[in-house]
């Protein structure tokens, strides 16, 4: 048995595992028989737990790439991380989306029962049509009957604007129309944490801008809590609730955008925080962070 997780077929054993539970215990060793990820002192946790990650160390080789990290996001809270190339923003995503058991590690995660992930890439498959993609597994995974969860995977496109699209093929989207399928793949699941890894990162700038109206309304909706990485400061700023910015590991800054003052003035601590000296001063451009 294998279910999709937003694109992401899972094991067997992940499935059960998130079943009986939502809590897993930093990365297992690899003869561990359930190597596959969410295992250990699970909790039926509730729709109202927060995630909370605890004292969590991931490294490769002796280099550690999350440096005793801890963090905890609200229910419905919306968290941006920031951070450097390397900086171990997507290894922390991985770990909360347990999709890091070949990593070696430490520490404790704790996460809702119900979670997707949308990455860069929309990762539809291109042989299935529109919304043969976004209920793929939704049968398996909700109970919901077949005619339910097409119906539930229609309204899901039409919540994203894509109406009327069911039976395209992804190859006929442009890449915002695909990334909007990715999330009415992932929203349709109704998840309690989303998990975004640069989901706009491959996009125009005015389709980005777009999708990011789209997402605040869609989440004003649905109210999961979100962990987004980022590269673009700006994006962050605009749609968290907080900003974190990740440094070796570590989170070397917090900002709450809709508690600081002056936006400039925040645009420029995250800048400061993540090593860019010469910021754009113009904080209506977008700002990225170098390699
Ligand atoms: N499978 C792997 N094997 C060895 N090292 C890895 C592996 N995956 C990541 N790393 C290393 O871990 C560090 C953190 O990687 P991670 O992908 O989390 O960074 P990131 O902050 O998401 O970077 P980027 O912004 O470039 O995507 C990097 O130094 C990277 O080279």
Known sequence: MAQDLGGLRRSAAEVRAEERGTRHSGAQPQSDPEILGLKGNHQADGPTDPVVVRDLVRAYGDAPVLDHLDLRIAPGEFVAILGRSGSGKSTLLRALAGLDRDVPGTGEITVPRSVSVVFQDSRLLPWARVLDNVVLGLEASTGLSRAEARRAGAAALAEVGLAGRERAWPGELSGGEQQRVSLARSLVRSPEL????????????????????????????????VLMVTHDVDEAIVLADRVVVLDVGRIAAERSPADHPDPRALRAELLAALGVENATPDPHARQEIPA
Do not use: N, V
Request: hydrophobic share 45%; net charge positive; aromatic share 4%.
């Open 194 to 225: 989303l998990l975004a890894d640069e989901p706009f990162g491959a996009l125009d700038a005015l389709t980005r801008t777009r999708m990011h109206g789209l997402l605040r309304d869609l989440l004003a909706r649905h109210r999961p809590a």
